[in-house]
């Protein structure tokens, strides 16, 4: 069975910083997809980064700001969040989908980030 957990999330000023961490069960980070998404009031969930053994990409509204990486001793996903804007305000979630598959199977239960102006 696979488990996702968050944690890091909190209340921030702008232009301040933050770390997510993703703790996983039942699946391998080193040799399958992890990703963030991330979903604010009255929004849909949107793409963040996500990372492979092959590729890192960002949002066109993360990139330089945010870093996602991987423990792979730890079977462990993490966001470093820098630069902090409000519109980072939402519910972040971690999400995870075996090597080859096209869609997310698990997700985690979401950590709040809330940022202040």
């Known amino acids: 069975q696979v488990q996702l957990v968050e944690s890091g999330g909190g209340l921030v000023q702008a232009g301040g910083s933050l770390r997510l961490s993703c703790a996983a069960s ?29 590729v890192t990409n960002y949002a066109d509204s993360v990139k330089g700001r945010f870093t996602i990486s991987r423990d792979n001793a730890k079977n462990t996903g993490y966001l470093q969040m820098n630069s902090l804007k409000p519109e980072d305000t939402a519910v972040y979630y971690c999400a995870a989908r075996w090597s080859g598959a096209d869609r997310y199977d698990y997700w985690g239960q979401g950590t709040q980030v809330t940022v202040s102006s």
């Open 26 to 54: 039942g699946i391998i980070f080193s040799s399958n997809t992890m990703a963030w998404y991330r979903q604010a009031p009255g929004k849909q969930r949107e793409f963040v980064a996500r990372i492979n053994t092959y």
